[in-house]
């Protein structure tokens, strides 16, 4: 699409929102924009955001951990929208797990967070990623209910093992005496010419996509401009996409999420939670993703969707649908309602609002009434503007079984075989 046919496009955009919406119930309630999704032109029209243009060029040789102090709240921390960051998630529980989930679908195919997976090995069947990706919960959990900074809290453990865990894998991708072998285990071995959402999503992606002339600022690599510095694993680069991931859906489409009255301070405060948990997680501050507050994160969260997420999952590298299908095959072990196909087809459709009728076309009636289903539980959670309160306190009251969960039985119990079919699967390492 031209630059001319997105301006067009959105102007059509606007003015369908000015006349269906209802108004907002607060003056500063928040909406996602559709249209600049599809159009790097658009949202890059006055140039990358410097800081994520820093995140580009500088990002990937920078190495992944700041070195600041463990578990030390950063000395800009603002105790005020960190409050309100965790009020806002108390009260948006279910819009905010599958923002999460979505966003994982999207960070896979950013080639150098997948080859980080890949190389880890322990997400290549659904009984493997369950484990792996119920570490990942409980940690983000554990930062959204407790308190990551007082010692002796779930969250304070879980802060110091996740980054312990880290920098394990960073020393052990980036010191390796071998690169050959860390290259070798970065490839999952397997067919993956057949894989057939890979190819519908392809297909859907391609038109939207396809008909805008490239640019090479627009291209899915980090482009590193001192070619002389070597690229790190797990560098500042990933560690700030994954930090787009956990806030960039929600604050473009809150409303896709279910989240119809979002104020400013709800979603800066948001923001700033995860501004905090980067720095604690050890980004650097200048690479930190969610800097300056909600404005220039909103800005930075649609061109890294449009210029880096989107076309990265045009092209994804052929193990996303299958290290992608064991995400959600494990995340569905515990998580209701989290089916490959059809939370694919509602990222899609809800949260993009894409038409995808090639990613449609291959779902079952069972998918499709769960997507169907999907919608529903949206819709009304909007119409209850989040969580009643009883639900809310019913949820937190299934934290603490969450947090001591049998795994080991859970894995028994909800066991999947990993994905085989003619030209789509892996040769799973022993
Ligand atoms: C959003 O709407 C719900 C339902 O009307 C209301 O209970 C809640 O207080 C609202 N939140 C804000 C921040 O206005
Ligand atoms: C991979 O699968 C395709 C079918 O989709 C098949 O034609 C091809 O021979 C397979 N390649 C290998 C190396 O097994």
Same mark, same amino acid.
């Given at each position: 699409?031209?630059? %001319?046919?997105?301006?067009?496009?959105?102007?059509?955009? @606007?003015?369908?929102? %000015? %006349?269906?919406?209802?108004?907002?119930?607060?003056?500063?309630?928040?909406?996602?924009?559709?249209?600049?999704?599809?159009?790097?032109?658009?949202?890059?029209?006055?140039?990358?955001?410097?800081?994520?243009?820093?995140?580009?060029? !500088?990002?990937?040789?920078?190495?992944?951990?700041?070195?600041?102090? !463990?578990?030390?709240?950063?000395?800009?921390?603002?105790?005020?929208?960190? @409050?309100?960051?965790?009020?806002?998630?108390?009260?948006?529980?279910?819009?905010?797990?599958?923002?999460?989930?979505?966003?994982?679908?999207?960070?896979? @195919?950013?080639?150098?967070?997948?080859?980080?997976?890949?190389?880890?090995?322990?997400?290549?069947?659904?009984? !493997?990623?369950?484990?792996?990706?119920?570490?990942?919960?409980?940690?983000?959990?554990?930062?959204?209910?407790?308190?990551?900074?007082? %010692?002796?809290?779930?969250?304070f453990e879980q802060l110091k093992h996740v980054r312990w865990m880290h920098n394990l894998v960073r020393l052990d991708m980036n010191d390796n005496k071998h690169p050959e072998e860390v290259r070798e285990k970065m490839r999952l071995a397997g067919n993956f010419t057949g894989c057939p959402v890979s190819a519908g999503l392809r297909r859907d992606l391609d038109r939207p996509l396809a008909a805008r002339a490239p640019r090479p600022e627009t291209d899915a690599q980090p482009f590193s401009q001192d070619s002389n510095k070597k690229s790190k694993y797990m560098s500042q680069y990933d560690m700030a996409i994954t930090q787009w991931a956990f806030v960039g859906p929600l604050i473009q489409f809150p409303d896709r999420y279910g989240i119809g009255n979002a104020t400013e301070e709800e979603l800066d405060g948001f923001v700033h939670l995860w501004e905090v948990l980067g720095y604690a997680l050890g980004i650097d501050d200048r690479f930190n993703f969610c800097q300056g507050g909600l404005g220039p994160t909103l800005r930075r969260a649609r061109q890294t969707l449009a210029g880096i997420v989107l076309p990265s999952m045009r092209r994804a590298r052929p193990p996303w649908e299958y290290m992608t299908r064991c995400m959600a095959d494990g995340l569905g072990y515990v998580l209701p309602g989290i089916d490959f196909r059809s939370q694919l087809a509602n990222m899609l459709r809800v949260t993009l609002d894409a038409p995808s009728p090639s990613v449609e076309a291959l779902l079952t009636p069972q998918q499709r009434t769960a997507t169907a289903g999907y919608r529903g539980v949206l819709s009304d959670i909007k119409e209850n503007g989040g969580l009643s309160d009883s639900v809310s306190s019913l949820f937190l009251q299934l934290v603490p079984t969450l947090r001591s969960l049998p795994k080991e039985q859970v894995k028994k119990l909800r066991h999947r075989p990993p994905h085989r079919a003619e030209g789509c699967y892996a040769r799973i390492r022993p």
């Amino acid at each position: 699409m031209s630059s %001319a046919g997105c301006l067009a496009l959105m102007a059509v955009f @606007a003015a369908v929102l %000015a %006349a269906a919406a209802p108004p907002p119930r607060s003056s500063r309630a928040v909406t996602g924009s559709a249209a600049t999704v599809w159009c790097p032109d658009v949202v890059l029209a006055d140039g990358w955001d410097p800081v994520l243009r820093r995140i580009m060029d !500088e990002g990937p040789t920078a190495w992944g951990d700041s070195g600041v102090p !463990e578990n030390t709240p950063p000395p800009w921390m603002d105790a005020r929208r960190y @409050a309100a960051g965790k009020a806002f998630i108390a009260r948006h529980t279910i819009s905010v797990t599958f923002a999460h989930v979505h966003s994982l679908y999207l960070l896979l @195919a950013v080639p150098s967070v997948l080859d980080v997976l890949v190389y880890t090995g322990n997400s290549d069947t659904p009984d !493997e990623a369950f484990i792996r990706y119920y570490d990942t919960v409980q940690g983000v959990l554990s930062w959204y209910v407790s308190d990551a900074f007082t %010692a002796g809290s779930w969250g304070f453990e879980q802060l110091k093992h996740v980054r312990w865990m880290h920098n394990l894998v960073r020393l052990d991708m980036n010191d390796n005496k071998h690169p050959e072998e860390v290259r070798e285990k970065m490839r999952l071995a397997g067919n993956f010419t057949g894989c057939p959402v890979s190819a519908g999503l392809r297909r859907d992606l391609d038109r939207p996509l396809a008909a805008r002339a490239p640019r090479p600022e627009t291209d899915a690599q980090p482009f590193s401009q001192d070619s002389n510095k070597k690229s790190k694993y797990m560098s500042q680069y990933d560690m700030a996409i994954t930090q787009w991931a956990f806030v960039g859906p929600l604050i473009q489409f809150p409303d896709r999420y279910g989240i119809g009255n979002a104020t400013e301070e709800e979603l800066d405060g948001f923001v700033h939670l995860w501004e905090v948990l980067g720095y604690a997680l050890g980004i650097d501050d200048r690479f930190n993703f969610c800097q300056g507050g909600l404005g220039p994160t909103l800005r930075r969260a649609r061109q890294t969707l449009a210029g880096i997420v989107l076309p990265s999952m045009r092209r994804a590298r052929p193990p996303w649908e299958y290290m992608t299908r064991c995400m959600a095959d494990g995340l569905g072990y515990v998580l209701p309602g989290i089916d490959f196909r059809s939370q694919l087809a509602n990222m899609l459709r809800v949260t993009l609002d894409a038409p995808s009728p090639s990613v449609e076309a291959l779902l079952t009636p069972q998918q499709r009434t769960a997507t169907a289903g999907y919608r529903g539980v949206l819709s009304d959670i909007k119409e209850n503007g989040g969580l009643s309160d009883s639900v809310s306190s019913l949820f937190l009251q299934l934290v603490p079984t969450l947090r001591s969960l049998p795994k080991e039985q859970v894995k028994k119990l909800r066991h999947r075989p990993p994905h085989r079919a003619e030209g789509c699967y892996a040769r799973i390492r022993p």
